[in-house]
């Protein structure tokens, strides 16, 4: 039996992994697949939790922030209902609602509740949170091209882009499988997992 420290020291260290690993009482097999859902997982933590630690020492609020506010930016006329929202960050009901309340004391967004009972809250974002968006957009993105695009030439960033978007049942363009294509579309979609 292989503990889940010896599982991901294998992976770390690129040795051949176990056939099967133990977890509970029941068995997961541990194929290639497995390998790849593993490293998508842990890539995905890691890069977060770096971008992440490059907004706080920018003295920058949490990811999550940047993810909503560049959801409203990007709609025509700058707003969203919260369910919007809330489908959109990919984050529970409870989470967003700290979240807008954050935003509201801030003045990054202001707040519209609907005025019949049952009508949407919306929620719109101010010039104050624009302005905060490309701050946080700045740090963000120059972590991509440093530590993630930056490590990768022309040719691995368009097979990384097109491998992703097969994976997410997705045609990739031309444009898309330029160099600054990871960048441009990590600020499409922002890491939602980064309020955790």
């Known amino acids: 039996m292989t503990s889940e420290n010896g599982l991901n020291e294998a992976l770390d260290e690129g040795r051949e992994r176990p056939k099967e690993h133990i977890v509970g009482a029941s068995k997961i097999n541990t194929s290639r697949s497995m390998e790849v859902w593993h490293r998508l997982a842990k890539s995905r933590r890691h890069w977060t939790q770096l971008v992440e630690r490059r907004l706080r020492r920018s003295a920058l609020p949490a990811l999550i922030w940047h993810d909503a506010l560049l959801a409203l930016a990007t709609t025509p006329n700058g707003e969203l ?42 929620v719109a974002i101010t010039q104050r949170g624009r302005s905060l968006q490309e701050r946080m957009a700045e ?58």
Do not use: N
């Open 81 to 122: 209902t919260s369910t919007e929202m809330q489908r959109r960050l990919s984050i529970p009901q409870y989470r967003l609602w700290r979240l807008i309340e954050c935003l509201v004391e801030g003045d990054h967004v202001v707040r519209r509740r609907g005025q019949a009972r049952g009508k949407p809250t919306w």
């Open 139 to 196: 740090t963000y993105l120059a972590t991509i091209e440093a530590d993630i695009a930056g490590k990768l030439s022309e040719a691995e960033v368009a097979e990384f882009t097109k491998l992703l978007a097969q994976l997410l049942g997705q045609r990739t363009t031309s444009d898309e499988l330029a160099p600054s294509s990871v960048a441009r579309t990590v600020e499409r979609t922002g890491f939602d997992e980064s309020a955790g």
